[in-house]
């Protein structure tokens, strides 16, 4: 007999009186997936920080070595003779591009012909040395050989086929090239005579260009060789403190590992076992190296070192007063500006050596306030190198912050304008266009933006900067089509979708009766947007930026395909042209790295601790874009 509802009521009833009920059920679904999601978050906290944490003694231990090694002290002159060769490089840019600004003519002419010739060549190699080294070992069959010797006029048809442009050439000297290419056999190894006469005519140019700027390779040349024995010094010195290091750095291995055995031991539950234990940290003998005595026999050295100082910051004076006050070419004038204005710091860098050599201290302590300060104002991440690991993260947050700017300079107007637009101004079909093919963007996978940068973007805008009207532009022409304004513009179109949508909520969160009572006292549509409906909602509108700001600093994918990669800090006296300088940035090191490096490692900790920085930061931010949103919501 089925059930009356009263029945079924006093059911529920008891169910109920037992403490459950559906509600309640529900609700304790969903509150243990947000404490789950809570406690994920600790996790990953305590994760970071277990992992993170490790690094600053590990990397103050690595700077102490530095120190007692000697090799803080062989820095001294390694960094001067870095600075040295960097002015070297640029003064002989300046030359050549001196030089060659005089004969671009030859130059390019030249250069188109070598193209072509170099093309067919690539094409035609592989079966060219095939049929030489049959016949030369004398292996392969006449029948062979004349098969071999078909394809290679079959291979070289196809490579005539598909020569690059030679602009430069006249159309009867291309014909000429491409004749001379189409005779060729495969013993011929002599350039087409067109390659070799454009290249003794751009020889004798050059040669002339040359004559007007020799005194100027001299005085390049006079420089350049007064750095050979500070080099010199710097080599015998490294060597030496090299040899100590790594000794200092075994006998750490070594120690770690008597420690855990002995902490092994200690743990031990057999006697047995313990024994073994024992006999094992017995049997290690813990050498330490005599870095005192390599110590002494290094800071003998030290008269040498200054009077190498004091050499060079002559030679230096004496090359500054015969630099060039200019150059023809622009850009000769470019390098040679650039060097004129680091020379003045080059100089102060070599008249302080001299006293930082003679204070020097291999035995001041090394606090691991220092490790922190290197790492936080650090001007360097090298890793992996022959020399000395160091972990700065200044460029990478230069790096990340360059292309957050572009990126936002970009992003903020045409995601506010469009959602202002959509919002306020756009009819219902334009809003049904409009709204969804924005948002698509954020479908599109990141890889997929990269390789847009790489393959499209980056070329585009490289041709664009040689365009000859946009000369003016600062950073203009561009070296490097992978740099910092090409990321921005790639995390521009990444974050519009953001900022668009959360602007355009925090409009309509706008209460209508403001825009009714603007309109009732006569404002007009723009009136009522711009004074009554953007001043509303600027608290939403600024936490959606914020969180666009927040998208920009957590991708990894395009910036690490697009930006460069380049750990340095951007040269900031080129001004606006340092946004097209490559760079690196926060996430982009995680990634490249973290794949390769040994677990428990310092810099596998140095990751950690960036992985720390960068996590701190999108929280900040993250966490202004809520209070903003959250004032948003809470207005009447």
């Known amino acids: 007999m089925p059930e009356t509802k009263p029945q079924k009521l006093a059911k529920a009833h008891r169910f109920q009186k037992r403490g459950f009920s559906y509600e309640r059920i529900i ?184 004559e007007p700027v020799a005194g100027f390779r001299g005085v390049i040349d006079d420089y350049e060789s007064a750095g050979m024995d500070l080099s010199g010094f710097v080599s015998e010195t490294g060597e030496s403190a090299v040899t100590t290091k790594e000794a200092l750095a075994a006998a750490d291995l070594v120690a770690k590992e008597r420690t855990t055995l002995q902490a092994a031991a200690s743990r031990a539950r057999s006697s047995a076992e313990k024994e073994r234990l024992n006999r094992e940290v017995a049997a290690i003998e813990e050498e330490r190296p005599d870095a005192d005595a390599a110590m002494d026999t290094l800071l003998e050295r030290r008269p040498d070192a200054v009077k190498l100082h004091d050499d060079l910051k002559a030679k230096a004076t004496e090359t500054w007063v015969k630099l060039p006050s200019s150059l023809g070419d622009a850009d000769a004038e470019r390098y040679l500006r650039t060097a004129k204005k680091a020379w003045p710091v080059f100089l102060d860098d070599l008249g302080k050596a001299p006293a930082e050599i003679a204070e020097w201290n291999s035995k001041a302590p090394v606090p691991l306030t220092a490790a922190v300060s290197s790492f936080l104002f650090g001007k360097n991440w090298i890793t992996g190198g022959e020399w000395q690991d160091f972990y700065g993260i200044l460029p990478l947050a230069t790096g990340s912050l360059m292309i957050a700017i572009v990126a936002l300079v970009i992003a903020i107007p045409f995601g506010l304008g469009a959602a202002i637009y959509t919002n306020q101004f756009a009819r219902a079909r334009e809003q049904t266009l409009i709204k969804p093919v924005i948002e698509f963007i954020q479908a599109i996978p990141s890889v997929v933006l990269g390789f847009i940068g790489i393959l499209v973007f980056g070329n585009v805008l490289r041709e664009l900067s040689r365009i000859e009207p946009l000369a003016w532009v600062p950073g203009f022409p561009i070296d490097e089509r992978l740099n910092i304004f090409t990321a921005g513009c790639l995390l521009a179109l990444m974050s519009i979708p953001t900022i668009f949508s959360l602007a355009e909520d925090a409009l309509n969160n706008v209460p209508s009766a403001y825009s009714e009572a603007s309109e009732a006292l006569g404002a007009s549509r723009v009136q009522t947007t711009f004074r009554v409906m953007i001043p509303a909602a600027f608290s939403g509108i600024l936490a959606a930026v914020l969180l666009g700001l927040g998208r920009v600093i957590g991708e990894t994918m395009v910036v690490l395909l697009v930006a460069g990669n380049r750990i340095k800090i951007p040269d900031f006296t080129e001004g606006l042209g340092a946004f097209f300088q490559p760079a690196h940035t926060l996430t982009g090191i995680i990634a490249q790295e973290l794949g390769e490096v040994p677990f428990g490692s310092v810099h596998y900790r140095a990751l950690f601790v960036v992985g720390i920085v960068l996590f701190g930061v999108v929280l900040i931010i993250n966490a202004t874009a809520h209070h903003f949103v959250h004032r948003a919501t809470s207005k009447p």
Do not use: W
């Open 27 to 210: 609700r304790y679904f969903f509150a243990s997936n947000a404490g789950l999601t809570i406690l994920i978050l600790v996790l990953i906290i305590a994760f970071l920080l277990r992992e993170g944490l490790g690094f600053f003694p590990g990397y103050r231990r690595e700077l102490e070595i530095y120190r007692v090694s000697g090799m803080e002290f062989v820095d001294i002159s390694r960094k001067n003779l870095t600075s040295h060769e960097a002015l070297v490089s640029l003064l002989n840019r300046a030359y050549h591009a001196q030089v060659n600004g005089k004969c671009q003519k030859e130059l390019r002419r030249y250069e188109d012909a070598a193209a072509v010739f170099h093309a067919f060549t690539d094409e035609t190699a592989p079966i060219k040395e095939m049929i030489l080294a049959n016949a030369e070992s004398g292996a392969g069959s006449e029948g062979m050989i004349a098969a071999l010797r078909t394809a290679f006029e079959k291979n070289k048809r196809a490579a005539l086929a598909k020569l690059p442009e030679s602009p430069s050439l006249t159309k009867a000297e291309r014909q000429q090239l491409i004749s001379s290419l189409a005779a060729r056999t495969p013993e011929t190894d002599e350039p087409p005579p067109l390659v070799t006469r454009l290249a003794e005519i751009y020889a004798a140019a050059r040669a002339k260009a040359a």
